[in-house]
């Protein structure tokens, strides 16, 4: 069964200070690892997708990363406005996605 | 950009009553899926499609069913409403099921 575990669960920065969001993933054939940021109240929006290990995604003050075990959310410099919950999702075998449960990044001003 | 609409924000509907929530894409995607999510429980998938009139179980799929008529339309029924149904749901398409699903601003509904 495919597993898909993040953490932290929860995660309080200073803004400013950087810090990595951990995606740890067991999926028969990987076929995609995705990345959300999810807004109080609202869907998921869509940030990266990362195909094969040693792939890298950047926007703004987001870096994605994909090993064979994990990918990581790199936040650099971290704003207020980054507060959210974050999930990834791994696209294995079956036909639909299997989610983390999140970590909520709340940026202190 | 992918548009998924969903067709209420909220909703408060009875125990007992049949409720619909109405789905639409317009990026001509295959797949569509129809998720829950509670604090602490993370989404769960209910149901999805993968072509029109085609349907599948997620890991959720007691008290609701699923109906897509057409391809970009997917609609939830929950049969006859509970109380612990009350929750906020989410769909999402996309194209390929190794491609990134695009969700909608979902739907809160509550079950009084």
């Known amino acids: 069964e495919d597993q898909v575990t993040q953490s932290p669960e929860a995660l309080r920065l200073q803004e400013g200070e950087s810090s990595s969001l951990n995606c740890s993933y067991t999926v028969s054939g990987l076929r995609g690892l995705f990345w959300y940021r999810q807004d109080p109240g609202k869907g998921p929006e869509f940030l990266f997708t990362?195909?094969?290990a040693g792939e890298e995604k950047e926007k703004e003050r987001l870096k994605a990363t994909l090993t064979k075990k994990e990918s990581f959310l790199h936040i650099t410099a971290p704003k207020p406005e980054d507060s959210a919950t974050y999930l990834c999702?791994?696209?294995?075998?079956?036909?639909?996605?299997?989610f983390g449960s999140g970590t909520q990044l709340t940026v202190l001003p | 950009d992918v548009k998924v609409t969903q067709s209420s924000r909220y909703l408060v509907k009875r125990t007992g009553e049949k409720v619909f929530l109405e789905c639409v894409q317009d990026?001509?995607?295959?797949?569509m899926f129809w998720y829950r999510q509670d604090p602490g429980l993370g989404l769960r998938l209910i149901y999805f499609?993968?072509?029109?009139?085609?349907?599948e179980k997620g890991d959720i799929p007691e008290g609701y069913s699923v109906s897509r008529e057409k391809k970009e339309r997917f609609s939830l029924i929950l049969e006859s409403a509970s109380t612990n149904q009350t929750s906020m749901y989410l769909c999402a398409s996309s194209l390929l099921s190794n491609q990134p699903q695009h969700f909608g601003d979902g739907t809160r509904l509550s079950i009084l």
């Open positions: 990026m001509d995607h295959e797949n």
């Open positions: 999702a791994a696209a294995g075998s079956a036909r639909q996605l299997t």
């Open positions: 499609s993968y072509d029109v009139k085609m349907k």
């Open positions: 990362l195909y094969s």
